[in-house]
């Protein structure tokens, strides 16, 4: 029932900053977080950062702490990413995950989340 849109990938030099929005239709619920995944050819998806929707936790992968934010705006269903001093190793097609009931032990796993938007592809040259 729940749908997610990605926007704001791009192509950028090493250095430079992109922010990432993903907006989600159909969620009714008030509960569980929303992250960020990414996946480069040929590697597993991985975690980047999540946020819980009921008060706002954050959690970072140690690649992007630092570096990364996200952000959300409960009323309008959307997080946002915002990714500063980007390096060739950020490239990744970017997703954005939604689930309902949240568990911290599992942040980073993929098998949790419910829903998957389609991606947004972040290129970083060198």
């Known amino acids: 029932q729940v749908q997610l849109v990605e926007s704001g990938g791009g192509l950028v030099q090493a250095g430079a900053s992109l922010s990432l929005s993903c907006a989600a239709s159909g969620r009714t619920f008030s509960t569980g977080a929303m992250g960020w995944f990414r996946q480069a050819p040929g590697k597993d998806r991985e975690f980047v950062a999540a946020?819980?929707?009921?008060?706002?936790?954050?959690y970072y992968a140690d690649s992007v702490k630092g570096r990364f934010t996200i952000s959300r705006d409960n009323a309008k269903n959307t997080v946002s990413l915002q990714m500063n001093t980007l390096k060739p190793e950020d490239t990744a097609v970017y997703y954005c995950?939604?689930?309902?009931?949240?568990?911290?032990?599992?942040?980073?796993?993929?098998?949790?989340?419910?829903?998957w938007g389609q991606g947004t592809q972040v290129t970083v040259s060198s």
């Open positions: 946020i819980r929707w009921s008060g706002g936790t954050t």
């Open positions: 995950a939604d689930v309902r009931y949240f568990n911290a032990v599992a942040v980073q796993s993929t098998t949790l989340y419910d829903y």
